[in-house]
């Protein structure tokens, strides 16, 4: 074979060559490229796992100390199981006996709406439906006629009536407002210490309401 002949062969096969590595790197737009160092694999940054969103946290309001619920020294002729209504320093003590008391810090009446006496616990009820009496609706008319018991209702987890007035020892959706003189002259306590309360008295419990006027000294002593 010539020396012409080899160089056109070697030529044409070269050439076939270079068309099918053509053809190779031709391929379809849409074929995955093929890596030039496959030993160099992508690195695929994992997406950061999705954070719990931090449930909120319910807001709880705290007494001050002197309005929690604690058992205190109270002297007092009173049998145990009456409720006394210390107007003037916001207190309600339940007599327990031996010179002992319950005490529970509660809201009372404002200026003008503070009353005394002698009553008993008439009815029980647990989340009370309200119905404003027609007195209360005369002076806020924008109250409502009847409201359906629940957390939303004023007069809270728990009521008692006292003897055929219009007053009630009650719950509140307003602990803040414990302490002060805001009502109407109900009296309201926490909804978790009328809860207690009204587990540990029973219809027929004496109740007695010192007058504002009394302004003796807090006779409730804590027990340290």
Known sequence: ??????????????????????????????????????????????APPP????????????????????????????????????????????????????????????????????????????????TPPPQMIARQPYLPRHMTGGPGNPLGARAMYLGGTIYRIHGTNAPETIGTRVSSGCLRLTNEDVIDLYSRVSVGTKVIVLPMTDRRADLGRTIR
Do not use: C, H
């Open 1 to 46: 074979m010539s020396n012409s002949s080899m160089l056109s062969r070697f030529a044409a096969a070269a050439f076939g060559a270079l068309a099918i590595g053509a053809t190779a790197f031709s391929a379809p737009a849409t074929a995955a490229p093929l890596p030039l160092f496959p030993f160099f694999l992508p690195q695929i940054e994992a």
């Open 51 to 130: 954070v719990a969103a931090a449930p909120e946290e319910e807001e709880r309001f705290e007494l001050p100390a002197r309005l929690r619920r604690q058992v205190v020294n109270y002297y007092t002729r009173e049998a145990p199981g009456t409720i006394i209504i210390d107007t003037p320093n916001t207190y309600l003590y339940l007599v327990l006996g031996n010179g002992q008391a319950l005490r529970y810090g509660i809201g009372i009446g404002r200026d003008g709406f503070t009353w005394s006496g002698t009553q008993t616990i008439t009815r029980k009820a647990e989340w009370p439906a309200w």
